[in-house]
């Protein structure tokens, strides 16, 4: 295999007050090849003010209890339509912080309690545009509840399409699969959001894995 050069490589920034974390982190990403630590920071604010830089980076790695706040930090970035995908690194899958994280638009969790190698792989899944829940944050997630069906009534092409966007598929991998176009896509996508009473992908998953079985 090729190695990467490095305009293809997955510009990744830190995002955590813990030395030791920050820096096992880069170490890791070091040795991969198809991405790059390009910048660490250690709390909200600074953060935010290297995001605002266009295209700074790909995927934003953002601990929730940096000083700041993370999950704050993260609303701000939504706020002002930063362009960067991110993930939320956490050392507890517990309900409120996955919660707001959801409501926020994350991309996806990873828990520092679980492998290194795992976080790395998340953050090439959500560069990817995919949606990464680790198993833990599943479980908070489903907590017993009722099929989706059961609650709002979705077509069974939007309950594929749902199902599809739970496995963390990107709109183009879901069009693919189901044999229609992007556009399709984004229309089945704008009546779930509608039915279901969200208003991003990662709320809609976390209705699904709440609802299903």
């Known amino acids: 295999m090729s190695t990467p050069s490095p305009d293809s490589r997955i510009r990744v920034l830190l995002a955590d007050d813990h030395a030791l ?37 790909d995927v934003a790695v953002i601990d929730v209890q940096m000083p700041s706040n993370g999950l ?36 996806g969790f990873a828990l520092k309690t679980e492998s290194p190698t795992q976080t790395i792989e998340a953050i090439r899944q959500v560069a990817q545009g995919r949606l990464v829940f680790p198993r833990a944050a599943q479980r908070w997630l489903t907590g017993g509840r009722q099929p989706a069906h059961a609650a709002v009534d979705l077509s069974q092409r939007e309950l594929e399409v749902l199902e599809k966007l ?33 208003t991003n992908r990662t709320e809609a998953v976390a209705w699904f894995f709440k609802k299903r079985r």
């Open 166 to 198: 739970a496995r963390g598929l990107p709109n183009a991998e879901i069009a693919a699969e189901l044999l229609v176009s992007e556009n399709t896509v984004r229309f089945h996508l704008k009546n779930i959001y509608e039915k279901l009473g969200v």
């Open 21 to 57: 974390v920050t820096e096992g982190l880069r170490a890791l990403i070091d040795r991969q090849s198809d991405m790059e630590v390009v910048q660490i920071v250690h709390d909200g604010q600074e953060l935010l003010r290297f995001l605002e830089q266009p295209n700074a980076v």
């Open 72 to 107: 704050d930090a993260l609303a701000e970035i939504r706020r002002r339509d930063l362009s960067v995908h991110v993930l939320i690194l956490t050392a507890f899958a517990d309900g409120e912080s996955i919660q707001r994280a959801l409501q926020y638009g994350a991309e």
